[in-house]
């Protein structure tokens, strides 16, 4: 069964930093890419960065690039998110993902529960 579980959400104050994690389980974690998402609830869901299987090639929103850096260790099945310089546009619910291939063209499947980030002084 898939799984995948993400921790390290919180309060930051504004220009501070945090680092999501996301730990899978149920499937091969290096063969496929993987996406970190956010949402504000009730609302869609905003794509915020990925990362292919061999780690080539990282995506990031522009909202994302310059602050944010998408890691994943393969060893550990974990992929991670740090984010730099938060603001109170980046308060939501964030979620990781798998794709159904290793680059990030091919679909999401699966989704965590999330791990809520409030930026707030």
């Known amino acids: 069964q898939v799984q995948l579980v993400e921790s390290g959400g919180g309060l930051a104050q504004p220009g501070g930093s945090l680092r999501l994690s996301c730990v899978a389980s149920?499937?091969?974690?290096?063969?496929?890419?993987k996406t970190w998402v956010r949402q504000v609830p009730g609302k869609g869901l905003e794509w915020v960065s990925g990362i292919s299987s061999d780690v080539r090639v990282t995506y990031y929103t522009g909202a994302a690039k310059g602050r944010f850096t998408i890691s994943r260790d393969n060893a550990k099945n974990t992929v991670y998110l740090e984010m730099n310089s938060l603001n109170p546009a980046d308060t939501r619910l964030y979620y990781c993902a798998k794709h159904l291939t290793s680059s990030m063209a091919g679909d999401m499947d699966s989704w965590g529960r999330g791990t809520l980030v409030t930026i707030s002084s």
């Open positions: 149920g499937f091969t974690f290096g063969n496929y890419a």
